[in-house]
Nanobody
Framework: QVQLVESGGGLVQAGGSLRLSCAASGGTFSTYAMGWFRQAPGKEREFVGAVRGSGGSTYYADSVKGRFTISRDNAANTVYLQMNRLKPEDTAVYYC??????????????????WGQGTQVTVSS
């Protein structure tokens, strides 16, 4: 079983950047497909992006494509979400998630088995 801890959230002005980290422990990190999701106040949780276990393939929601980048460092057991050109509508709690099927790119939250506690990102206008 893997435990996930997100960090790196905060308050940033529109147009700025943040990098979120998700540190994993308790499993063989490279065997896990990873995803990022977010939940804004009053809204359902939504998919942001996903990366395969090898890190070679990624997939993004249209709303963040070209602005957000997912990467992973399997030696450090960490996945990252680099967020550039942030907008007020990016304000949300951001969650990382894991599934022990390294070869998959998963965008449905129901397919993930493990979740972090979330980190708040607030983008001011």
């Amino acid at each position: 079983q893997v435990q996930l801890v997100e960090s790196g959230g905060g308050l940033v002005q529109a147009g700025g950047s943040l990098r979120l980290s998700c540190a994993a422990s308790g499993g063989t990190f490279s065997t896990y497909a990873m995803g990022w999701f977010r939940q804004a106040p009053g809204k359902e949780r939504e998919f942001v992006g996903a990366v395969r276990g090898s890190g070679g393939s990624t997939y993004y929601a249209d709303s963040v494509k070209g602005r957000f980048t997912i990467s992973r460092d399997n030696a450090a057991n960490t996945v990252y979400l680099q967020m550039n050109r942030l907008k007020p509508e990016d304000t949300a709690v951001y969650y990382c998630a894991a599934k022990d099927r390294w070869q998959l790119l998963l965008f449905n939250e129901g397919e993930y088995d493990y979740w972090g506690q979330g980190t708040q990102v607030t983008v001011s206008s």
